[in-house]
């Protein structure tokens, strides 16, 4: 297990919920929101309802989180999101099998609009992107990506350019207890 599972600081189930909640909400087609004094069970009900995220494995109890910053090279050792989609964009599952993949024409024809994010995230790599959020859970290896799969991409791209990159990711891992 890399060191970096154990890096970073201390963050608030809370804390991880509202910044997701401000990532969607600069988007043209979300609502703003300010999800400042919201409690846990609205802001769970807004991503999942409003928004469509799949928050609820955020909120498992059994999970302490973090916020640690991971390098773009260190951001290929994370999982993509657990969908069908996204396991055959990546082959092997993780972020970096997805940008490698995308090295093959057929393959960004196959998804053309996960390519062009993924590019438009790896030219604009010096943009504050806000944390990733990320579980490990039952011992699986890697932590999969809830959301930032894009980001998380075209930041490993940017590294793989030989471009020094990071992205913070609230990163929750279920305890041992």
Known sequence: MPDWIERGEPVAVETVLRDWIEREARKDAYPDADPTDWERERLLRELT???????EPVVD???HWRAVELT????GGLGTFPEPAWDHLSGD?????????????SVVDDFPDA???ITWFAA???EEFGAAVAWQRDGEWPPRLLDGNHRACGLHRAAERGETVSLTVHLGVESRS
């Not at 309802?49 to 928050?55: K, L, S």
């Not at 599952?93 to 024409?105: F, I, M, N, Q, S």
């Open 115 to 117: 390519a062009a994010k």
């Open 93 to 105: 599952g993780t972020v970096a099998g997805a940008v490698e993949r995308l090295d093959d024409p």
């Open 124 to 126: 604009h790599n010096d």
């Open 72 to 75: 773009g090279d260190e951001l």
């Open 61 to 63: 109890d059994r999970l």
């Open 49 to 55: 309802d409003t928004y469509e995220e799949p928050a």
